[in-house]
């Protein structure tokens, strides 16, 4: 039903990220001409005569208007296809699910809260167990390997601390004993990081965040070019049905058309904010890869070809961080990062709240860290407004 223009185009022509992104694999809905694609609400699809069917049956195994998202997210990373999921968390959730009891998953040990409790609350019950290191270093990921490990699960750069790990590294190390490497690239987007390319299996999305882009619908996506790993997937999102809805696919349908310019204007808003904190008397200590002074800035370099959207830094107390979050009045205090509005986080109490107080504190996730999710304002308005809550 969705017309293939985009892949077979009559030059035969690859196009641009920037192209697709707005036009996805087909431009217009061959039945209609319609140039926004149409939002098939319908739960079921009526079969011209016995054992034929238009290609779509019952939308908890497929959807025109989410096949249109997974397509153009598809695209977009290099993969051979992507699945749509009604959350981050329920893709996460489903590439868990590829492995079994008796299985290890080494993981960054600096990472989205939600995937440690996912780990440690729902999937250490079935006997999958997490192994938690510093995957920017290598001998780290060798230390933790063991026979029992089938995957190494990677956030790059890390939530909240930004940390980089080394993704074509750990990817060869990965390939040598035959075990996934699984990259959850929300923070940096296809835009800019493209984890497939550089050796990895499985990438993973919160489309919640960049892909949809505007804070307005919660989704999740996982794409691969492995025809094994993808038909697994299928199963698995068939079976249980956390689904993408047409509506929301629509939604990342419509945040991706902007993603590249979005991106770069939140790289450059960010980097101007970075550099701003970054000489501020405040700031005891800042997070941001884009600052040359941070620790992965040269790595993700040759990895990256921007350094995002999040900032994240630390002040003197406890009591300063209430003051900043009670006096920005542009930048809304709220979790979430990755949309078109700037909104800063307090990980030890919202994000990271799943992770002990012990193992946080060693990330550096305390009581006087706070998250930036720089959008897409005037960059001038938010360096103002986080002047005035730092002066306070
Ligand atoms: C938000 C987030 C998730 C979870 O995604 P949801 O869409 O909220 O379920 C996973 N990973 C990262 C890095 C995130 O920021």
Redesign the pocket.
């Known amino acids: 039903m969705n017309g293939d223009n985009m892949k077979n185009s009559k030059k035969q022509k690859k196009y641009n990220y920037n192209t697709v992104a707005v036009h996805g694999k087909s431009s217009f809905d061959p039945l209609t001409g319609a140039v926004s694609t149409p939002i098939y609400q319908s739960a079921t699809f009526r079969h011209p005569k016995l054992y034929e069917s238009t290609g779509y049956d019952y939308s908890r195994l497929q959807n025109p208007t989410r096949e249109a998202a997974e397509n153009a997210i598809s695209l977009l990373e290099n993969g051979k296809e992507a699945l749509a999921f009604s ?4 893709a ?1 959730s489903t590439v868990i699910k590829l492995f079994k009891s008796g299985d290890s998953i080494i993981v960054s040990d600096d990472l ?1 809260g ?2 440690y409790r996912i780990f440690e609350s729902i999937y250490s019950v079935y006997g999958i167990k997490a192994i938690y290191t510093d995957t920017t270093s290598i001998q780290n990921i060798e230390n933790a390997y063991s026979p029992s490990v089938k995957a190494i699960f990677l ?1 790059s750069p890390t ?1 909240p601390t930004m940390k980089i790990s080394n993704i074509r590294k750990i990817s060869e190390f990965s390939k040598e004993k035959n075990i996934l490497t699984i990259v ?1 690239n ?2 940096l987007t296809s835009y800019f990081q493209k984890p497939l390319d550089l050796g990895a299996d499985i990438v993973i999305y ?4 960049y892909l949809a882009g505007h804070n307005d619908t ?3 996506f996982i794409v691969s070019s492995n025809d094994d790993i993808i038909e697994n997937l299928r199963l698995i999102q068939k079976s249980e049905g956390a689904v993408l809805s047409p509506f929301d696919s629509w939604l990342v349908l419509r945040g991706l058309k902007t993603l590249p310019l979005r991106m770069d204007r939140i790289n450059s808003n960010t980097q101007k904010i970075a550099e701003f904190l970054n000489n501020h008397s405040a700031i005891k200590k800042i997070y941001y890869p884009g600052l040359p002074s941070h620790k992965g800035h040269e790595l993700l370099k040759t990895q990256s070809t921007g350094f995002g959207g999040i900032i994240s830094f630390e002040v003197e107390s406890a009591a300063k961080v209430e003051k900043i979050l009670e006096n920005v009045e542009l930048i809304m205090f709220a979790e ?2 990755g949309g078109t509005e700037t909104l800063i986080t307090y990980p030890m109490v919202q994000t990271h709240n799943a992770i002990p107080e012990e193992i946080r504190n060693k990330i550096g996730v305390n009581d006087r860290l706070l998250r930036l999710s720089v959008g897409i304002e005037n960059v001038d308005d938010l360096v103002d407004d986080l002047d005035f809550a730092l002066s306070i």
């Open positions: 959350s981050g968390m329920a996460v989205y939600g995937i956030e939530n959850d929300t923070f919160s489309g919640t965040k919660l989704a999740g979430s990062l």
